[in-house]
């Protein structure tokens, strides 16, 4: 009796060793230059602040400073409160939060509101008006510096936090209502419908049906506002002129100016310009797995 052996579909042969591929080994070393490109920079800054005044002109390149110094960080606290006393570390990081928080709050509910009226709801006029707000991508923030200058002074409301975070409510970062549209339309319009049938008005299927949806989207703009505001100085620099308000990017350009008379203390900037990029860098690490997971549906899809 002959016993006939049959194959079973899933299982799946091993994939064969694959070669030497020097196109595979060309991508790996341009990926290793680029991260090199990227990194060499920041590595720099870092040790540049944990040297002292006699470590930073010499030659030759230098990464591991010896012996490290941590405390520039606190020093450079010091000397600034030394130039004005009510630029304290606190005081300066709050108004930094503040303006950030409060702008990437705004932006966020706006671009939501805007996103939403352009994917879900059919009026007269919304693709051309879809397509403005999408030309207005290619004017130069310069342009309007002026005008907009002209009008917070108008209002009487120059050297406060007012041009800086209101209008964050009327959606001014059009990028982030195509990306916020473009994850609305990936959502099923059966969704809603079920709600409506259920009793639920807009408000409370936006509230609390699409939003819980389009939370990688949500994340990934709230990152990039507030980078975008964190990272803000033509902003503070324009319409704040007391010192104990600006922010931590304006401060250093302050500090800077103050000791522009003196030699050139590179560890003390280094160290105000290490604070700076940290926390960017760990909210882009916390969030990095929902961030590329928004840019790509809401970039893509649609």
Same mark, same amino acid.
């Given at each position: ?7 079973? *579909? ?118 051309? %008006? !879809? ?15 002026? *005008? ?14 007012? *041009? ?13 209502? !195509? ?5 609305? =339309? ?19 299927? !936006? ?5 819980? %949806? ?18 803000? #100085? ?20 302050? #500090? ?12 003390? =900037? ?5 604070? =700076? ?7 882009? #690490? ?17």
């Amino acid at each position: 009796m002959t016993v006939v052996m049959q194959r079973d *579909p899933l299982l799946v042969d091993p994939p064969a060793r694959r070669g030497f591929d020097p196109r595979r080994v060309v991508v790996y070393l341009l990926l290793i230059a680029g991260v090199a490109f990227i990194l060499i920079p920041f590595l720099w800054m870092v040790s540049t602040s944990l040297k002292t005044q006699d470590q930073l002109f010499v030659r030759g390149l230098n990464f591991i400073p010896n012996p490290a110094v941590p405390g520039n960080y606190l020093e450079v606290w010091n000397r600034l409160l030394s130039i004005n006393p009510q630029m304290t570390f606190w005081r300066i990081m709050g108004n930094t939060l503040f303006i950030t928080v409060l702008a990437m709050v705004g932006e966020i509910t706006s671009a939501s509101l805007v996103a939403y009226g352009f994917s879900r709801f059919r009026w007269r006029g919304r693709d051309a %008006l !879809f397509a403005v707000m999408l030309a207005t991508i290619m004017i130069p923030g310069i342009v309007t510096r002026v *005008p907009g200058f002209l009008i917070w002074r108008q209002l009487g409301l120059l050297d406060t936090y007012d *041009p800086l975070t209101w209008p964050s409510l009327f959606a001014w970062g059009p990028l982030y209502v !195509f990306l916020m549209r473009q994850f609305f =339309m990936t959502i099923p319009r059966e969704i809603e419908e079920a709600a409506i049938m259920d009793g639920a008005n807009v408000i409370q299927v !936006f509230v609390y049906i699409m939003l819980p %949806l389009v939370k990688p989207i949500l994340l990934a703009i709230g990152v990039l506002a507030f980078q975008a505001n964190w990272n803000n #100085f033509q902003g503070p620099l324009l319409y704040l002129s007391t010192p104990e308000k600006f922010p931590l990017a304006l401060a250093m350009r302050f #500090f800077d100016q103050s000791l522009s008379k003196e030699a050139p203390q590179w560890q003390f =900037m280094m160290s105000m310009a290490t604070m =700076m990029a940290a926390p960017i860098l760990l909210l882009y #690490f916390v969030a990095q797995k929902q961030f590329i997971e928004g840019i790509n549906i809401g970039g893509v899809k649609g």
